[in-house]
C-alpha cells in the first residue's frame, strides 16, 4: 500500500511520523536518492551510499556538477512550463530528498496557486515529506509514497485525486529516474500508463544517463553499481526519443541536460553532461 501525506496549507502537514507511516531506512545497501544526495553536498546518506557514491565518482569526476544541471534543469523547466505554458499543476516521480528550491518552490514562487503531487519509493524521501509540503496558502503540495512500477497505485491514490484535477493539464517530470529501472521492468509501459491518464495539453519532461558521450567512464560507473547490486540503466538517445513516443517535442528538441533552453546558471559543458533531457507536449 502506498502510503500518502498532504498539506493543504504550509502549516497544516500532516507530519511523516503519523502512525499509519513508518519510513524503514536499510542503511546497508546504496540506494539511489542517498547517493545522489551526497553528490549534491546533502546530509541524509550512509556509508554505503558515500562509498556507492566515490566508486562512481571515480569512473565520471563530473558526476557531482551533473546532479547540480539536473536540479538547474527541472528549475527552468518548471519556469517555462508556469510562465510560457500555463501550467498549474505537476505530478513529479522520483523526487528525491529535499534540496531547494525543490520543483514547488519555483513554481509557486511564479503562480501561487500552483498544485504539485511528489511521489517517491524512497522510506527516507517520505521522512522528509514535511519539508516537501510547505506550500503557499493558495497551493497544494502532496506526497505519495510508491513506486513508478505501479503506476495504477499512483494514479487512484487518493492524494492524487484530491490534490490534481486530472481533467486539466498536468506536467508530468520524471527526473534521472528512468535508469533505475532495467528493460525487463517495462519503463515505458509504465509510463504510458501514467501519460494516458493525462489530457491533452499535458507534458512529460525526462532526463536520462547516457552512454552515448563519454561509453567508457559511464560503462564504468554502471560497472560500479552493478557491483554494488544496484541497477543502472543508461540509454542512447533513440532509446530516450521513444519515451515520448506519441507527444510532441517542444524546442530545442532532446538535448543534453544543459543545452535545454540553458541560461546564466549553467556551468557545465553540454557535452560533459551525460544527460539527456527533453519536454514534450500531449497532443
Ligand atoms: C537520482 S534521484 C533523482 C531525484 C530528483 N528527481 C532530481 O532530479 O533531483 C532518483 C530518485 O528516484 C527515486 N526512485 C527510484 N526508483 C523509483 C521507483 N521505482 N519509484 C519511485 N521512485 C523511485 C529514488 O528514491 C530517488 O529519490
Redesign the pocket.
Given at each position: 500500500m502506498p502510503h500518502s501525506v498532504r498539506s493543504p496549507v504550509s502549516d497544516n502537514a500532516v507530519p511523516s511520523s503519523s502512525p499509519e507511516v513508518v519510513p524503514v531506512v536499510d542503511d546497508k545497501f546504496p540506494?539511489?536518492?542517498r547517493?545522489?544526495d551526497w553528490w549534491?553536498g546533502g546530509k541524509d546518506n550512509f556509508a554505503a551510499d558515500r562509498a556507492m557514491g566515490a566508486a562512481m565518482l571515480e569512473a565520471i569526476p563530473n558526476l557531482r556538477e551533473m546532479?547540480m544541471e539536473?536540479?538547474r534543469f527541472?528549475h527552468r523547466v518548471t519556469r517555462h512550463l508556469v510562465l510560457q505554458a500555463g501550467i498549474r499543476q505537476f505530478l513529479?516521480?522520483?523526487?528525491?530528498?529535499p534540496?531547494r528550491p525543490n520543483l514547488h518552490d519555483v513554481a509557486q514562487a511564479l503562480a501561487p496557486e500552483t498544485r504539485v503531487v511528489y511521489?517517491?519509493?524512497?522510506p527516507l524521501?517520505l521522512a522528509h515529506a514535511r519539508a516537501l509540503m510547505m506550500s503557499t496558502p493558495q497551493g497544494r503540495t502532496a506526497y505519495i509514497h510508491?513506486?513508478?512500477?505501479r503506476p495504477e497505485a499512483i494514479l487512484t491514490d487518493t492524494t492524487l485525486t484530491d490534490t490534481l484535477d486530472l481533467n486539466q493539464p498536468v506536467a508530468l517530470?520524471?527526473?534521472?529516474?528512468l535508469m533505475?529501472?532495467g528493460d525487463d521492468e517495462d519503463p515505458a509501459g509504465k509510463l504510458r500508463t501514467l501519460m494516458q491518464a493525462l489530457p491533452s495539453g499535458s507534458y512529460l519532461t525526462i532526463?536520462h544517463p547516457t552512454q552515448d558521450f563519454d561509453p567508457e567512464a559511464v560503462g564504468a560507473a554502471v560497472a560500479a553499481a552493478t557491483r554494488g547490486g544496484m541497477t543502472l540503466v543508461p540509454r542512447s538517445r533513440s532509446e530516450v526519443e521513444r519515451f515520448f513516443d506519441g507527444w510532441e517535442l517542444i524546442e530545442p528538441g532532446l538535448v543534453p541536460v544543459t543545452a535545454w533552453r540553458p541560461d546564466s546558471t549553467n556551468t557545465t559543458e553540454p557535452h560533459t553532461a551525460y544527460y539527456w533531457s527533453g519536454v514534450a507536449r500531449k497532443p
Amino acid at each position: 500500500m502506498p502510503h500518502s501525506v498532504r498539506s493543504p496549507v504550509s502549516d497544516n502537514a500532516v507530519p511523516s511520523s503519523s502512525p499509519e507511516v513508518v519510513p524503514v531506512v536499510d542503511d546497508k545497501f546504496p540506494h539511489s536518492a542517498r547517493i545522489y544526495d551526497w553528490w549534491l553536498g546533502g546530509k541524509d546518506n550512509f556509508a554505503a551510499d558515500r562509498a556507492m557514491g566515490a566508486a562512481m565518482l571515480e569512473a565520471i569526476p563530473n558526476l557531482r556538477e551533473m546532479a547540480m544541471e539536473n536540479r538547474r534543469f527541472v528549475h527552468r523547466v518548471t519556469r517555462h512550463l508556469v510562465l510560457q505554458a500555463g501550467i498549474r499543476q505537476f505530478l513529479d516521480i522520483g523526487t528525491g530528498i529535499p534540496t531547494r528550491p525543490n520543483l514547488h518552490d519555483v513554481a509557486q514562487a511564479l503562480a501561487p496557486e500552483t498544485r504539485v503531487v511528489y511521489v517517491d519509493n524512497d522510506p527516507l524521501v517520505l521522512a522528509h515529506a514535511r519539508a516537501l509540503m510547505m506550500s503557499t496558502p493558495q497551493g497544494r503540495t502532496a506526497y505519495i509514497h510508491a513506486d513508478l512500477r505501479r503506476p495504477e497505485a499512483i494514479l487512484t491514490d487518493t492524494t492524487l485525486t484530491d490534490t490534481l484535477d486530472l481533467n486539466q493539464p498536468v506536467a508530468l517530470a520524471v527526473i534521472a529516474v528512468l535508469m533505475l529501472l532495467g528493460d525487463d521492468e517495462d519503463p515505458a509501459g509504465k509510463l504510458r500508463t501514467l501519460m494516458q491518464a493525462l489530457p491533452s495539453g499535458s507534458y512529460l519532461t525526462i532526463t536520462h544517463p547516457t552512454q552515448d558521450f563519454d561509453p567508457e567512464a559511464v560503462g564504468a560507473a554502471v560497472a560500479a553499481a552493478t557491483r554494488g547490486g544496484m541497477t543502472l540503466v543508461p540509454r542512447s538517445r533513440s532509446e530516450v526519443e521513444r519515451f515520448f513516443d506519441g507527444w510532441e517535442l517542444i524546442e530545442p528538441g532532446l538535448v543534453p541536460v544543459t543545452a535545454w533552453r540553458p541560461d546564466s546558471t549553467n556551468t557545465t559543458e553540454p557535452h560533459t553532461a551525460y544527460y539527456w533531457s527533453g519536454v514534450a507536449r500531449k497532443p
